[in-house]
């Protein structure tokens, strides 16, 4: 026969599948002979059951009657007797705690005749009331669902507004008497005098909130499976509100929030826990319980001290004194803030109860990236304007701009600026590049203006829908707060606050750390800001010293390869060449488009090549010694020219008014040829270089000759040249052929011994489908994991946003951007593909990831099982990569 | 040890692999002793291993040499020798038949010294010397490289305007002096006495024309693999041009052109095949060459009969006659007209050489369309305007229109008309629709225009880039002609000729039958048309019998459901409802789509309802008993409103006129918020569903309620839903439970049950891959084979063809449009994927295609190969599909 209850004296801290997080931890404690009140757990097996029958197993009623039977002997008393009646609580417990569940009732047993026996037993009629009063308003509400108002509303009426504590017993019983009015009224049926009802009814109600839409919803996000049910805690209640030798009190054995050494809580004399939560009395720190009730105290500082040392982690308490006797009623492995899981983890490594390894797997890249952002000087003074959503963390203040050109020109005054737009698209770039932070109205966590943001580690608030942004008076309003041109305003991209005023930024102690080394940090850093520095010194060096995977930084000048090698960057894993034609040089690229013949066009071509070249040297003089790879031109040509709709217009304003002009003709005409409706599927990447004779020529070429030039000179450069958006062998034997023509004549000029890696980036799903067949073209295999998505997928990234992006999270296809964290299950299994087969083919072919998911804490760890050589991400990211590859080595928990 | 070498009589016609189609048809003549010269092949392995190694294997020299000697031995005579000396031919034969390759070279062993054992043992100097004169030439060019010019310009120089019969012996003995001096002077080397020297020499040169640029590009082309390599065959010559009483010919044992019954041919008399080939004299008549040389003749007869006895089909036989006596040089099947190949593929049948089943191999889908398409009356008067590119086969005539309105304006007064653009786009389909013909001056095979007009089995000529279209004129013009609207024009879409006149279009006697039946066109049929009709019926009804795969029709009107049920097709595979939404409809949607708010939007929907209701009703019952697909909306909504662009323009005009509009800002507005980036990759099916409330609903609602009223009249209606762009398994079951509800309410309101079945597109990698997940909430799966080509691509259809189609076509990176014919390496091993892991889900999962593929005679083998139940096509399209399907099911070619 399936056991469906068991006693506290069962079980450990690993039985959570079918105990519950709650009632493992209570048998564990027990286990270790500390002070728990004594009680049961049903299952949730009994709970699944319950839920597939709609009624619970016959044999479960037997089973509870039984743990009653047992726990009544135990402590000599009975459940709801008159005399001196045992009163339980009854909590949930799911394995994963989880909001929007029914959490706990308390004083089960009490009624109209038991509550004579406890007034008597404890001496304290008043108690004893209250105590019913208490049953009935958590009953009422959790067990019978009647609105909580309701009881808070009629309470205050009887009350008063006089405080709790001066209500006399007779008070209490006529609230108890109007409680019990109102669950008729309200809930259509009398309260459950009968104890054993008040308990079987308070188990279902468990049961039952598995599954309110609240729930359901938290588990669809959290991935949490919904077969697994609840377990029921009932627990022999212990009363903290017995008088001034009572209290309740939770406490954490190191500070959760700071992360020092030591024990912290906070202890409430004559109350129950629900007092503690409601906040009207203040609590006693820890040091002041000691002066009260040194016994006590002084059992639960041994408690904390026996807990800490058994989890080997920080633990978070709830306890009871009843009467001058401890109780403890609730332990868990503490949450904590980052700072506190970085130096909790060294500070348990130095006290030897755990390893490196360990530490490494209780820390994570997403604390670690709370750990970088700037942060606003407490100090300052600032007003909240409205709030966005928190699309890219950090602090950032500067004079407010409203498009690209003022980002730029008041940057160049040297300046800090937060360029607001309604919302940005690729022609904002340089004025993303230039401003501090990003502020829209429009557009949520994946909007342009977020993903660009976090792409460059640029803080973004975005989607503040309240601001009204007037980008040609160059003003934004938010009722009635408005700011224009040059004034000072700050953004904190960790809460999505938009603040007018002057407010400084630090830079935070681990990104001064990150960036220029340990011994400077600590220089400036007071003792509680170096133990966190060394913390994350550590944990990040023994990262590095377990990982597998090499962490390569996306950077396309020499300033961020210099940034990025200062992080710990082990080569460049995407250098995108079209950002060198950006700003200045857009008019000899566009030279190149518009030219009407094969001469003009190598005229132009000519004129990119010193450009490029110049651009290569920097890049693989910064990064000599490290592997640097370059992908050939990939955006559609059109990108450099200006926008079709408004030229368009432009022309046709041009022409209503008689003033045709015929550059812009000329203009438009090439833009019109080169427009295509789905320009995310049209002429990029290797295809352009196949169709516009000389364009990747000249840029390996400029590769071809920078590396050249360094070698001679001694530096040792070691470009890699990645060929973007193959979707098929053939088109990668093509260019190779080019590539290798170009470098065999570069070297034959020079005099030189010249070749580098030529590989592909796999982007395309044909690409991983046939990955045998390109791997015979390629040494390399690079993922773009952002065009991969997009047409595994089929949707893009501006448009999803857009258009569907909220729905979707909403009705749960979706628990996360599959643009920010790889999808597994579809996109994942073409890498899977792809490195099979590749390696299939070319058992030392080198694989390595450049989409935004390189830095993506949880991606990493999927990169690391499918056996990649490298991730590569943005420069801020790559410390994150660093330490998310070593957790993965370890095969610590994603994330 | 390799044999190298083989006689001719060892081997057969089955031993192509080793001795090349040539060698081994040689082999198969002689083991049917029939007169073939005697004579030897060296093998393709041979060239294999003188390929990989640069120089031909030792042995071959000795076994060349002994095979050699076994000719001299049989035929009594020596190579080269100076008395009647024994020449062969020297010729290539690969596996397959290949341009590019070197062919023949004939008279190897003659020099300075045989010529004259040659002239005394045919006791004719001047054919000896001719004989010289063309080995020369043929030697120098094709073995030495001499440009062919060369010899061409001395001879014409030395015959001074005479012709070649008029040249005597010592003329040609100058030419052939002039012949040797000009290879000195152009081969840098003096030409080969040593007849050996002659033979090996031209075997090496055969062996090297395998890697011919052409001949690779070709393969490359044809997907023949690189390593076949080439056979020699080495044979006695033969002489047809000594004298009257010898002579060349070519015959055929039935009409190649026609397939009429009977041996057809042409007899040169005194003349060497390449006389023949030259056509500067008319060759005679088989019946004539009866009269002239009746031994002969009536002996080729017999080989002729022999020969189609033995081979079981048509034969082409190259012979020779050399004074008196008949040799047999080549034969291999002939190459037929699509007609033919019906016509002598039903004869083979009735004469029991054949059965039903090779009758059917014998015959493909691409020459059954070709005998579907309309033709011009032949003797009608016609002036060529233009060639363009044959884009969509046909004949169609009618008046020249310049827009989609004038098409169905010119078309509803029952004028054809043919709609004349520079390049098409969704707009024009209605035009499309009504015109009989459509002519782009701009756009290649794949263009919209092209791709659309193949869909719908309209004639269509694109990318005549001569043509000037002036769409506001309304008129046309290339070079000195022009027409205008309402001019007669007529275009071929078969050779892309462009005419202006009135040429009548005449249906071809085979649509005749397929749209009206066997006894329709037989009663209009002449002797030999109505042998080919009946033909075409006894094949197509032998496919039907055969084939497992099922075929619908792609169908968006009871029109069309009409005409695709009378070209056979089982169902409607794909309703793309928003056809239905074009035209007056349009006004309907667009008031969906402006809606502010969600009760504007639900009384936009309810005034669809009734329309959608009535489209459906027609379609079921034009398709009563049979299964009709239904695919819920699928493109993005901005289709339905007008071009972005265009109404910028015209609000900006406006506004510089001062004439603002607020309908027009009102729409500007929406089409704003409706624009995207990449339309492919936004809102569109399945997630228009899930973002825009009612729509599905409406959809799935107009279904029930015209299937409930249809089978409450005893109507057989069956559709299918399904839901399009689905790539996760969560839309589809979100939306299936709407779909569940709306078919549950409409059954509840009419007091019937209801219920059909639900599926999905799989037109998305991602649903490809996760197809297990998804096949849970799918009763069916339809391939939408052209967006799965575009997202495992990642190219859209429209921008490919505008791009870079045409450089991948040259370069070889496509052998034909991955949209014309399916992409079986990298896209069919997507739906490989979702055929397996869905049946493994649900093994009754029922499935089939609705992409442009479902039609195309090479991938309905695919279709069939991997297990699906169905194709479906554009209805024109169903015949071509049920014959495929059947030659599928025998294991028929492909094609």
Redesign the interface.
């Known amino acids: 026969m399936t056991d469906w209850v068991f006693d506290f004296v069962h079980g450990d801290k690993d039985s959570k599948d079918l105990l519950g997080g709650k009632g493992a931890n209570l048998a564990e404690m027990t286990r270790l002979g500390l002070p728990v009140p004594p009680g049961f757990t049903i299952t949730t097996e009994a709970c699944r059951a319950y839920l597939a029958d709609g009624v619970e197993p016959s044999a479960l009623r037997v089973q509870v009657t039984m743990a009653l039977r047992r726990l009544e002997n135990q402590l000599g008393r009975r459940l709801g007797d008159v005399v001196d009646p045992l009163l339980v609580s009854v909590r949930s417990g799911a394995k994963f705690s989880m909001p929007g569940m029914m959490e706990t009732v308390l004083n089960v047993g009490l009624n109209d005749y038991s509550v004579a026996g406890l007034a008597e037993a404890a001496n304290d009629k008043r108690f004893a009331w209250d105590s019913y009063r208490r049953l009935l308003q958590m009953f009422g509400r959790t067990v019978l669902g009647v609105d909580p108002e309701v009881f808070d509303h009629a309470f205050s009426a009887l009350k008063d507004g006089r405080s709790d504590t001066d209500l006399s017993a007779d008070d209490l019983r006529e609230v108890v008497q109007r409680f019990k009015d109102l669950i008729v009224e309200h809930a259509g049926r009398e309260f459950p005098q009968d104890p054993r009802e008040q308990l079987d009814m308070s188990m279902r109600a468990v049961f039952d909130s598995w599954n309110t839409p609240r729930a359901r919803i938290y588990r669809r996000r959290e991935r949490i499976p919904h077969d697994l049910g609840t377990a029921v805690n009932v627990c022999a209640m212990v009363f903290g509100n017995l008088g001034e030798t009572s209290g309740t009190g939770v406490c954490f054995t190191r500070d959760p929030a700071s992360g020092r050494c030591g024990v912290y809580g906070d202890y409430l004399p004559n109350a129950q826990g629900e007092d503690v939560v409601a906040g009207t009395r203040t609590p006693l720190a820890l040091d002041e319980f000691d002066k009260l009730d040194p016994t006590s105290s002084q059992q639960l500082r041994t408690a904390m001290r026996r807990l800490e040392t058994h989890y080997r982690d920080l633990c978070d308490i709830e306890f009871t004194v009843e009467r001058g006797k401890l109780w403890l009623l609730q332990t868990r492995v503490g949450k904590r803030t980052p700072a506190a899981a970085f130096r909790i983890a060294a500070q348990l490594v130095d006290e030897q109860l755990i390893t490196l390894d360990e530490a490494l797997s209780r820390v994570t890249g997403q604390q670690f990236v709370q750990l970088m952002f700037p942060q606003f000087d407490p100090k300052a003074e600032r007003t909240l304007v409205t709030t966005g959503l928190a699309a890219s963390p950090g602090a950032a203040a500067g004079r407010a701009v409203f498009d690209s050109a003022a980002a730029v020109e008041w940057a160049a005054r040297g300046e800090p600026v937060i360029l607001v737009r309604r919302e940005t698209n690729p022609d904002d770039l340089e004025g993303m590049i230039a401003a501090a932070g990003v502020l829209t109205a429009r557009g949520g966590k994946t909007s342009h203006a977020a993903v660009v943001a976090r792409g460059m580690g640029r803080t973004c608030v975005c989607g503040a829908e309240e601001l009204d942004v007037d980008p040609v008076a160059r003003k934004a309003r938010a009722g009635e707060l408005s700011f224009a041109e040059g004034d000072r305003i700050a953004i904190d991209g960790s809460t999505g606050a938009v603040y007018l005023g002057e407010i400084a930024v630090v830079d935070s102690p681990v990104s001064r750390y990150l960036a220029e080394g340990l011994d400077v940090a600590m220089a400036e850093a007071d003792e509680e800001t170096g133990e966190l520095v060394r913390a994350v010194d550590r944990l990040l060096t023994h990262a590095d010293e377990v990982r597998r995977l090499r962490v390569r930084a996306n950077a396309d000048s020499g300033e961020d390869a210099r940034r990025a090698r200062a992080l710990g960057a082990e080569g460049i894993g995407l250098c995108r060449t079209e950002h060198m034609f950006l700003g200045d040089r857009r008019g000899l690229i566009e030279k190149v488009i518009l030219a009407e013949t094969p001469d003009e066009r190598d005229t132009a071509l000519s004129m990119l090549l010193p450009v490029q070249r110049a651009d290569f040297l920097e890049l693989l003089t910064e990064m000599a010694g490290l592997p640097v790879t370059i992908r050939l031109l990939d955006p559609p040509l059109h990108e450099f020219l200006p926008d079709?709709?408004e030229l368009?217009?432009k022309v046709?304003?041009a022409?209503?008014?008689g003033e045709s002009s015929a550059v812009d003709s000329k203009l438009l005409a090439a833009v019109e040829r080169l427009h295509?409706?789905?320009?995310?599927?049209?002429?990029r990447g290797v295809?352009l270089g196949?169709?516009v004779p000389g364009l990747f020529k000249l840029q390996v070429r400029a590769v071809a000759e920078a590396t050249a030039e360094l070698r001679a000179k001694g530096v040792e450069a070691c470009p890699e040249i990645m060929v973007p958006?193959v979707?098929?062998a053939?088109?990668l034997h093509?260019i190779r052929q080019e590539i290798v023509e170009v470098v065999a004549e570069v070297a034959a000029e020079q005099g030189v011994e010249l070749t580098f890696p030529i590989g592909t980036m796999i982007?395309?799903?044909?690409a991983a489908?046939?990955a045998d067949?390109i791997a015979e073209e390629a040494e390399f295999f690079s993922f773009g994991t952002n065009?991969l998505t997009?047409?595994?997928?089929?949707?893009?990234r501006?448009?999803?946003e857009?258009?569907?992006f909220a729905?979707?999270l909403d009705?749960?296809?979706f628990t996360v951007s599959p643009f920010e964290t790889l999808?597994e299950?579809?996109?994942g299994?073409?890498i899977e593909i792809a490195v099979e087969r590749g390696r299939g083919k070319r058992p030392d072919l080198h694989l390595g990831v450049c989409g935004e998911h390189g830095g993506d804490p949880v991606s990493v760890h999927f990169f690391h099982k499918v056996g990649l050589d490298y991730v590569s991400c943005s420069a801020f990211r790559v410390p994150v990569a660093r330490l998310e590859a070593g957790r993965a080595a370890i095969g610590s928990v994603r994330g």
């Open positions: 079709r709709a368009l217009v046709a304003r022409e209503e008014r295509e409706s789905n320009p995310m599927l049209g002429l295809r196949l169709v958006l979707g098929s053939m088109e093509l982007e395309l799903p044909r489908l046939t067949r065009d997009q047409t595994t997928w089929g949707f893009s501006d448009d999803v857009a258009a569907f729905t979707y009705k749960g296809v999808d299950i579809g996109v299994q073409l």
